[in-house]
């Protein structure tokens, strides 16, 4: 049940964001770097399984 509430609010979140983001990026503001940051932190809370789990550099694949 957490793992799905803490999907849900990350789903929510990079949604928000990455409309706020466009919307920023059109009137070319200076705040839309932020806001695609808190967006992309929204999508880590999403895709955190399978091809996208973090791969240390020099780590065997198992």
Known sequence: MGVGRWTAIGLGQAALYGLLAG?????????????????????????????????FYGRSVR
């Open 23 to 55: 919307l920023q990026g059109l009137l070319q503001s200076p705040l839309t770097v932020m806001t695609l940051h808190r967006a992309a932190r929204g999508l880590g809370k999403v895709l955190w399984w399978g091809p996208f789990k973090i791969r």
